[in-house]
């Protein structure tokens, strides 16, 4: 993303029904979406509205604010906690580009940002289509003279000063020829997967899903002793995963796949179909959750309601409660059973407290993974006979 200074500010409303500590903690984790795609945040702006201002988002009383920071601080960056519509786009970037001023200032909203950190993050040709994809479908209706197709895909921060219509007009067919190319692609690798999944029918599949940094790829790395990538950045892994493993003598799969979070862009969920087919197919699905997080319930209602939206909402899931080492050195004690309590009424029937960094509890998670392997792996094949059982 180099600009000069790679500084933002960062925006957002209160809606009627929000309340201010949830917004700041959805600022929170903006400010560590932009710390992982390598911008530092100065200062957070909110307002309150009903609704979005139709023409600025936040309002022309707001946006001046916004502006004399901006351009006191030489701020490269204004970044959005929700989606801008075109419109918006086109009037922040007028208001925050006058003529008069050299430095250019860079509207963000949520979506851009994320698909720029996937964009990072993708490594697999596969992944690197979808996100190209998703890109391109998010950019086309939101061309403008300051910002074109060319200089996002480049990663840019500069603009062709004098872009006229014309322009612009080029642009949309280059991306609306990229889009088809895309999908072209997409198809041809989506048909390669379904022949390797083809082949895997015959053994049990397990998925880790979970929201973004719950520490899914450390996990990973424990239970099948891969090398993963394992960091305290969000979407650290973006391309899926497969480990075979054996728990006693049950094969089985594992894999794991980008994490999710709220507002994830529709078209990043559209064009990551393919590589989230891991989870829809899946028999079993270790839902890993950060249980330290003060909004980690939020987390968890995200992940069911993507999980659904792909059509993985009725498979077999163990919740995995994630860092208990971190409860411990909270101010209030957290009593583990009338948590695991809680989580049973409200659906989960399989409950794991774990710590993945401190290996706390892996073998009884490793316990409660076997028996849902074994019950599945007999359904598909009903004569076998466990040689043992799994034992502590």
Excluded: C
């Amino acid at each position: 993303m180099g600009n000069k200074n790679n500084s933002a500010v960062l925006v957002a409303l209160i809606l009627s029904k929000a309340h201010t500590d949830e917004t700041q903690e959805h600022l929170d984790e903006l400010a560590f979406l932009a710390e992982t795609a390598g911008i530092k945040s100065l200062e957070r702006f909110i307002q309150r509205l009903p609704n979005p201002d139709i023409r600025t988002f936040v309002g022309k009383g707001k946006l001046e604010e916004i502006k004399s920071f901006v351009f006191s601080q030489n701020v490269s960056m204004v970044i959005f906690d929700d989606d801008l519509s075109p419109s918006q786009l086109r009037n922040l970037e007028k208001e925050l580009n006058p003529k008069a001023r050299e430095q250019r200032v860079r509207v963000y909203d949520r979506s851009l940002l994320i698909l720029d950190i996937f964009l990072m993050r993708a490594q697999t040709a596969q992944a690197r289509t979808q996100v190209e994809l998703a890109m391109n479908q998010y950019l086309l209706p939101r061309l403008t003279r300051l910002w074109t197709h060319l200089e996002r895909q480049r990663g840019g921060t500069g603009t062709r000063g004098g872009a006229g219509e014309k322009e612009i007009e080029t642009d949309r067919r280059k991306i609306k020829y990229e889009i088809s190319l895309l999908k072209d692609e997409l198809e041809k690798i989506d048909k390669q997967r379904k022949t390797q999944r083809k082949s895997r029918e015959n053994i049990v599949r397990v998925s880790l899903v979970g929201y973004t940094n719950v520490g899914k790829s450390t996990l990973m790395n424990l239970l099948s002793k891969s090398t993963v990538k394992a960091e305290n950045k969000l979407f650290a892994t973006v391309d899926s995963t497969v480990r075979k493993m054996v728990l006693e003598d049950i094969p089985f799969l594992l894999s794991d796949t980008v994490g999710f979070i709220r507002k994830l862009p529709h078209h990043l969920i559209e064009s990551f179909k393919s590589t989230l087919d891991e989870v829809r197919e899946a028999d079993i699905l270790l839902h890993v959750v950060d249980v330290a997080h003060p909004f980690h319930n939020n987390h968890i209602e995200v992940v069911n309601k993507t999980l659904a939206e792909i059509g993985a909402g009725n498979i077999p899931t163990i919740l995995v409660l994630n860092k208990i080492d971190l409860l411990e050195k909270q101010a209030e004690p957290v009593n583990l059973e009338e948590l695991k309590g809680y989580y049973r009424q409200h659906g989960f029937e399989h409950v794991v407290f774990i710590s993945a960094e401190k290996k706390i509890n892996i073998t009884l998670l490793k316990k409660e993974l076997f028996e849902a392997v074994k019950n599945k792996h007999l359904t598909i094949y009903p004569n076998y006979v466990a040689s043992r059982e799994y034992s502590l």
